[in-house]
């Protein structure tokens, strides 16, 4: 608030890891004595996440020191947010298309469809649920195997950190078997000693198929 010439100002950090930064001369800005800076990068790592303290020192024309500054904490954060993927599908299933969670492990902006990586399918009906939690569906292009990936860097937290690589999704998409009555199809009136021909189509069929009959 006051011209400081008796001492260059300084300034230190205290982290919540190793990255302290001890008492550092400060820089005039624009010659104006009453004006001083300092840029510091935080240092990667999630060893420094958490609060810093920042203290000033610096006397004024008197040999009066500062007040401790207005604004003397702020909020390191280094760590990338976590995404999982889940399912409520089971392992294989024959049931299209497959529903898929993607959960972060904090709120996150973004993330949209086209981040979702998938082979052997498509995704689909993209949900929003909430800033940590998306919904989306994924449509088998053919019976095998079908993964969803979500690549690192497709979302950002508040601090402005990628989210980190999903752990990959899998789920073996197969038919199950099915027999299909062709004839008769029901509403038939057949007299007594009369001859029916059951025909029938089928997939996936590893056995004989039984019929019973009943009235």
Request: charged share 10%; hydrophobic share 35%; proline share 6%.
């Amino acid at each position: 608030s006051e011209d400081m010439v008796w001492t260059t100002p300084t300034i230190a950090i205290a982290t919540q890891g190793n990255g302290d930064l001890v008492a550092t001369n400060m820089s005039m800005v624009n010659g104006n004595r009453a004006v001083w800076s300092y840029s510091w990068d935080v240092a990667s790592g999630t060893d420094e996440d958490g609060t810093a303290n920042v203290t000033i020192s610096g006397f004024d024309l008197a040999g009066n020191p500062n007040l401790p500054a207005t604004y003397s904490t702020f909020t390191i954060d280094n760590t990338p947010p976590a995404v999982s993927l889940s399912s409520t599908a089971s392992e294989p299933t024959g049931v299209p298309p497959i529903s898929v969670t993607a959960t972060f492990s904090e709120a996150v902006t973004g993330f949209v469809m086209g981040d979702i990586v998938v082979g052997n399918g498509a995704a689909g009906s993209f949900t929003i649920v909430s800033s940590t939690v998306y919904r989306f569906t994924v449509t088998p292009t053919a019976q095998g195997l079908v993964t969803v990936n979500v690549g690192a860097g497709v979302a950002q937290d508040a601090a402005g950190n990628g989210n980190s690589s999903a752990p990959q999704l899998g789920r073996t998409y197969r038919l199950l078997p099915t027999v299909v009555l062709n004839s008769p199809n029901g509403g038939e009136n057949l007299p007594i000693g009369s001859r029916a021909t059951i025909t029938w189509s089928s997939y996936g069929l590893t056995d004989n198929v039984r019929i019973d009959l009943s009235r």
